[in-house]
T-cell receptor
Framework: GQQLNQSPQSMFIQEGEDVSMNCTSS?????WLWYKQDPGEGPVLLIALYKAGELTSNGRLTAQFGITRKDSFLNISASIPSDVGIYFC????????????????FGKGTKLSVIP | DARVTQTPRHKVTEMGQEVTMRCQPI?????VFWYRQTMMQGLELLAY????????DSGMPKDRFSAEMPDATLATLKIQPSEPRDSAVYFCASAWGTPKNSPLHFGNGTRLTVT
């Protein structure tokens, strides 16, 4: 099956710093999604990307769909304590984008810790 | 806000017992997923349904796991008999259409502990 390599696995940053994380694959993806999971809860969608090169923002979060369609990154600017959590990328590979198909591959997550 | 509802939130059971987890997808969503999350494996897709019909359950151990959708508002995941290695958080998620027009929405999970 398709695999997504998400990095870094974990990071500790000072409050106020910017954060960057990314996902890469050897396969082409048609859709990239970024989720955040707080402890004891399910992942919540942050940003969805649908076109190569697309750059989308949601408040202090910005995500981009790589031009090669094999990667995506998520940036968080001016981090605050509530940014703590696990961030997941997810994508639908071109191979699995047939009519009506809903096959998503998830990265293993980036655990973010923010030091006040 | 519409949300996916899962019950129970926590379940502790002894090895060999049957476990049933339930999910109410978001009203109007016709695609329902079951995922399992562990520290080692991350999020693994167990099964997914479209319009109540199973489309893919290749990620599910067939000998002990079963997933059904008795109606459009209820999805169930059963484990019989349960084993300690089944301990994990099980998430239900729902959507309609494809990822292009409907991102996945997750419930808050059922944390299963099998002793």
């Amino acid at each position: 099956g398709q695999q997504l390599n998400q990095s870094p696995q974990s990071m500790f940053i000072q409050e106020g710093e910017d954060v960057s994380m990314n996902c890469t694959s050897s396969s082409i993806f048609n859709t990239w999604l970024w989720y955040k999971q707080d402890p004891g809860e399910g992942p919540v969608l942050l940003i969805a990307l649908y076109k190569a090169g697309e750059l989308t923002s949601n408040g202090r979060l910005t995500a981009q769909f790589g031009i090669t369609r094999k990667d995506s990154f998520l940036n968080i600017s001016a981090s605050i304590p509530s940014d703590v959590g696990i961030y997941f990328c997810a994508g639908q590979g071109a191979r699995y984008s047939g009519a009506g198909s809903y096959q998503l591959t998830f990265g293993k997550g980036t655990k973010l810790s923010v030091i006040p | 806000d519409a949300r996916v509802t899962q019950t129970p939130r926590h379940k502790v059971t002894e090895m060999g017992q049957e476990v049933t987890m339930r999910c109410q997808p978001i009203l109007g969503h016709n695609t329902v997923f079951w995922y399992r999350q562990t520290m080692m494996q991350g999020l693994e897709l167990l099964a997914y349904f479209r319009n109540r019909a199973p489309l893919d359950d290749s990620g599910m151990p067939k000998d002990r796991f079963s997933a059904e959708m008795p109606d459009a508002t209820l999805a169930t995941l059963k484990i019989q008999p349960s084993e300690p290695r089944d301990s994990a958080v099980y998430f239900c998620a729902s959507a309609w259409g494809t990822p292009k027009n409907s991102p996945l929405h997750f419930g808050n999970g059922t944390r299963l502990t099998v002793t």
